[in-house]
């Protein structure tokens, strides 16, 4: 008899464990960061961020935040990396790096590092004309280097100590207005979230009057 009973306990704990794994798992996603890494000081203006995430079940949702901002969303890929354009983010050099992963069972597990930019990452465009210190007339062609990703951008240009703001959408700009003499200039980019660069480096030239 205690034969039977400790066979029918053995068939039950069975059955039990049985009904457990067929109807779901209690694991929750696991995040594991490859790049970058806790405490990391990044250099790159353009980074590439790489996470593995393994679950017993499948992966329905990626997400990677750079702070608040969505860097990248993902419902079925296996290699989950994304490019983080660095020179964006002038708030601070101290960012958070943040991952959301959830699986088809429902269950979500966010992870994140903390991370620091150095002046390196942050690229700017760099003014090309007219040269440093140059000495012209009008019409005058400022140019500079374009960023990628940049919806726009914005000239501080300052003329015998008037002021003239510009937007262009494009990396070059002619002026040809009725003031002389001294001027700086420098210029930034503007992505579509209103996000922008650093400035870039200032530069003078002096405009003369047309003989």
């Known amino acids: 008899m205690k034969k039977i009973i400790l066979g029918l306990t053995l068939l039950s704990l069975a059955f039990l464990m049985s009904c457990s794994s067929s109807t779901g798992s209690n694991e929750s996603p696991t995040i594991t960061f490859v790049h970058p890494q806790n405490n990391e000081t990044i250099n790159d203006s353009i980074y590439t961020i790489e996470v593995s995430v393994e679950d017993t079940k499948s992966i329905v949702s990626v997400s990677i935040y750079a702070d608040s901002v969505c860097l990248y969303q993902s419902t079925d890929s296996k290699n989950y990396t ?82 003239f703001p510009l937007t262009p959408a494009t990396n070059s700009q002619t002026i040809d207005y009725t003031i002389y003499g001294a001027a700086t200039w420098k210029v930034k980019a503007v992505d579509a979230f209103g996000m922008s660069t650093k400035y870039s480096e200032e530069y003078h030239f002096t405009v003369t009057e047309t003989k």
Do not use: G, M, R
Not at 101 to 125: F, G, H, N, R
Not at 146 to 153: C, E, K, Q, V
């Open 82 to 163: 994304c490019e983080w354009h660095t020179y964006w983010f002038t708030d601070s050099a101290d960012h958070t790096i943040k991952v959301e992963a959830t699986d088809s069972d429902d269950k979500t597990t966010t992870k994140s590092v903390d991370v620091t930019l150095s002046e390196q990452a942050y690229i700017t465009p760099k003014p090309l004309t007219p040269a440093n210190n140059a000495t012209l007339q009008y019409p005058v062609n400022l140019t500079w280097t374009a960023i990628d990703n940049a919806l726009s951008y914005e000239v501080d240009l300052v003329i015998n100590s008037v002021t």
